[in-house]
């Protein structure tokens, strides 16, 4: 158990999850943040995008400027409530644009909320969607994005980092714990039905929860042309599934 100052939180946090880098201060000038004018940064963030996926066409580069935006808020609401016990003032956060990559983060307050983990998803939940509306409604002025696919994207991305934290939580990865904690988060953020943790069998007879996905990412669009393992629209469910069980089988760190 760390202690509840931000200093020692993100120390941790980086340690367990490398990708989730944040510090403490105000928004900087062209960092992205709700309540800020974001119109200028989410441009450049789009144009980035179409001059890094030329061919893609503007439907992924907005998809994917999205999924930008709503990795670091999510993994952090879930790595934050279940590895620590712990809940930042996420309305205080601000992400950094990179060319076509949003990576690293602020907090700009200081206060580490604790509370059981039941009131800490429901604080959590209401909390990122309020944050994710706002920075949604800022990409969609410079970008056509269809608002209901955004909160399904948000939806599975929220399940995907409750099923990675559980794999470095001891207790966490029972189905039956995994599937209550699923609709607990969805059901706090106002994503009930938006996408939903299915069981599958492996081979050895584990029994391993899956993101059973409602829309695309159009990661297909891009250069390298790649359907996820869990895509809903470009495969049927067999190839689906059977995908997602080859992955599980031998998953990556």
Do not use: C, E, N, S
């Given at each position: 158990m760390i202690a509840a100052d931000p200093a020692g939180f993100l120390?941790?946090?980086r340690d367990r999850a490398p990708l989730l880098s944040g510090e403490m201060g105000p928004c900087p000038?062209?960092?992205i943040a709700a309540g800020a004018d974001n119109s200028a940064a989410l441009a450049a963030l789009v144009g980035a995008l179409s001059l890094h996926e030329p061919g893609a066409?503007?439907?992924y580069w907005a998809t994917r400027a999205w999924s930008m935006l709503e990795w670091q808020p999510a993994a952090l609401a879930v790595y934050a409530v279940h590895g620590f016990g712990l809940l930042p003032a996420l309305d205080s956060l601000s992400l950094r644009p990179q060319g076509a990559l949003v990576a690293g983060f602020r907090l700009g307050r200081e206060t580490l909320s604790q509370a059981c983990e039941d009131t800490?998803?429901?604080l959590a939940g209401a909390?990122?969607?309020a944050q994710m509306d706002v920075l949604l409604a800022d990409l969609c002025a410079v970008a056509r994005l269809k608002p209901a696919n955004a909160r399904r994207l948000l939806a599975d991305r929220i399940l995907f980092s409750l099923l990675r934290v559980a794999r470095h939580v001891p207790g966490l990865d029972g189905p039956a714990r995994l599937a209550a904690l699923s609709e607990a988060w969805l059901e706090a953020a106002g994503l009930a039905g938006q996408s939903r943790l299915v069981p599958i069998t492996l081979s050895g007879g584990r029994v391993q929860m899956v993101v059973d996905r409602k829309t695309c990412c159009l990661a297909y669009r891009s250069a390298a042309g790649t359907v996820c393992d869990s895509c809903p629209t470009r495969q049927d469910d067999a190839t689906r599934f059977a995908r997602m069980k080859e992955y599980w089988e031998h998953p990556d760190v």
């Open positions: 120390a941790a946090l000038p062209g960092w066409g503007p439907a800490l998803v429901t909390a990122l969607r």
